[in-house]
C-alpha cells in the first residue's frame, strides 16, 4: 500500500517509504510521518512527535516460553491434560512473543496511546527517525530530549 498522492500537500514530496511487516508503509516528507495501514492514513507532524522506541524480541520471555513448553511436554506422564495445558499455554506465549518483535511505537503529542507499527526493517526505520529526532533535540529550548530507543540485544 502507498501513500495517496492527495495526502501530499503542494509541492511535499516522499523523501523516505518504508514498508511494513503488517501491510502498509510509513512515509516521511520533511514536515510530517504518514503512516498507511489498514485502509487507514495517519498523518503525524514530527513536532508532536515526542518519543519513538523500538522493540526487539524478547528473549527472557520466549526462554521462559519455551522452557514452559517442554515442562508441560515432560509432565503429560502424570496427568495429560494438565500436561498438554501447559504445553498449550507456553506454545501461544511464543508465538504471541515472535510477532511483536521489531515492533516501533511513536509517541504523539495529543494522543492518549502511542501509534504501532512493525517496520519490516527496524533498522533502517530507526535510522530513518533518527536525524529527524536530532534535529528536533537541538531546537528545543531545554536542550533535552525524550526520544529514546530500547537497547538491542
Given at each position: 500500500?502507498?501513500?495517496?498522492?492527495?495526502?501530499?500537500?503542494?509541492?511535499?514530496?516522499?523523501?523516505?517509504?518504508?514498508?511494513?511487516?503488517?501491510?502498509?508503509?510509513?512515509?516521511?516528507?520533511?514536515?510530517?510521518?504518514?503512516?498507511?495501514?489498514?485502509?487507514?492514513?495517519?498523518?503525524?507532524?514530527?513536532?508532536?512527535?515526542?518519543?519513538?522506541?523500538?522493540?526487539?524480541?524478547?528473549?527472557?520471555?520466549?526462554?521462559?516460553?519455551?522452557?514452559?513448553?517442554?515442562?508441560?511436554?515432560?509432565?503429560?506422564?502424570?496427568?495429560?491434560?494438565?500436561?498438554?495445558?501447559?504445553?498449550?499455554?507456553?506454545?501461544?506465549?511464543?508465538?504471541?512473543?515472535?510477532?511483536?518483535r521489531g515492533k516501533a511505537r511513536i509517541k504523539v503529542v495529543g494522543?492518549?496511546?502511542?501509534?504501532?507499527?512493525?517496520?519490516?526493517?527496524t533498522e533502517a526505520f530507526y535510522d530513518a527517525l533518527e536525524p529527524?529526532?536530532?534535529?528536533?533535540?537541538?531546537?528545543?529550548?531545554?536542550?533535552?530530549?525524550?526520544?529514546?530507543?530500547?537497547?538491542?540485544?
Amino acid at each position: 500500500m502507498t501513500v495517496p498522492s492527495d495526502a501530499l500537500a503542494d509541492g511535499e514530496t516522499v523523501r523516505e517509504r518504508l514498508a511494513l511487516r503488517t501491510g502498509g508503509s510509513v512515509a516521511l516528507t520533511d514536515d510530517r510521518l504518514l503512516v498507511s495501514a489498514d485502509d487507514e492514513l495517519t498523518s503525524v507532524a514530527f513536532d508532536d512527535v515526542t518519543e519513538v522506541t523500538v522493540e526487539d524480541f524478547d528473549y527472557f520471555l520466549g526462554v521462559l516460553s519455551a522452557v514452559l513448553v517442554g515442562w508441560g511436554l515432560y509432565s503429560t506422564q502424570r496427568n495429560a491434560a494438565l500436561g498438554l495445558g501447559f504445553a498449550a499455554f507456553g506454545g501461544v506465549s511464543l508465538y504471541w512473543t515472535y510477532r511483536k518483535r521489531g515492533k516501533a511505537r511513536i509517541k504523539v503529542v495529543g494522543r492518549p496511546k502511542p501509534i504501532s507499527v512493525f517496520p519490516a526493517d527496524t533498522e533502517a526505520f530507526y535510522d530513518a527517525l533518527e536525524p529527524l529526532m536530532a534535529e528536533e533535540s537541538s531546537g528545543s529550548a531545554s536542550g533535552e530530549s525524550d526520544r529514546n530507543r530500547e537497547n538491542r540485544n
